[in-house]
Nanobody, 127 residues
């Protein structure tokens, strides 16, 4: 059974930094893509960043470009999200997600594209 476990959330003032990590357990073969999503109260879950685990493709939501960096450590089976210059509007529960399919039926930003999800970690940015 595949499990994704996030860590690293917390509270920070605007302009600060946080690093989130997601560790994948229980897989037979690696997911093709890993992504970070976030969901603020009363809002839909939105895609933040995605990377191809085989190397190459990385995409970011426009709202985080230049501030967030997604990366992976294949030896540790982890995926990280370095978040700098945080803003109050970045406040949300952040989720990691894994895409095991060999095809996309829509945008990487659509939650339905992903097979497995972590439990989420809270990020709070105060002004």
């Amino acid at each position: 059974q595949v499990q994704l476990v996030e860590s690293g959330g917390g509270s920070v003032q605007a302009g600060g930094s946080l690093r989130l990590s997601c560790k994948v357990y229980g897989y037979t073969y690696s997911p093709n893509y890993m992504a970070w999503f976030r969901q603020a109260p009363g809002k839909e879950r939105e895609g933040v960043a995605v990377l191809a685990t085989g190397g190459g493709s990385i995409y970011y939501a426009d709202s985080v470009k230049g501030r967030f960096t997604i990366s992976q450590d294949n030896a540790e089976n982890t995926m990280d999200l370095q978040m700098n210059s945080l803003k109050p509007e970045d406040t949300a529960v952040y989720y990691c997600a894994a895409h095991f399919r060999t095809y996309w039926s829509g945008s990487w930003k659509e939650p339905r594209q992903y097979n497995y999800w972590g439990q989420g970690t809270q990020v709070t940015v105060s002004s």
